[in-house]
């Protein structure tokens, strides 16, 4: 029952952000991704994981015009 419980909650920002930055990175341990799966559901990794890949890519065109002028 309390599996089903976890199963139902929504998972916080916080987690969200904290899982996809450590995607990114490549680096997970398995009981953090196997309780990621449970709690965050795939609208929440698909809008975090396009907000992550737009600050990611600004970041790096930032950084290339600030070390080309």
């Given amino acids: 029952m309390n599996n089903r419980k976890q199963s139902s909650e929504k998972a916080p920002a916080w987690q969200v952000a904290k899982a996809i930055f450590w995607s990114f990175l490549g ?30 890519v600004l970041s790096i065109l930032t950084l290339v015009k600030l070390i080309t002028s």
């Fill in 27 to 56: 680096i997970r341990k398995k009981s953090d991704l196997d309780r990621d799966a449970e709690m965050i559901k795939p609208y929440q990794l698909i809008i975090g994981g396009i907000i992550g890949g737009v600050i990611f």
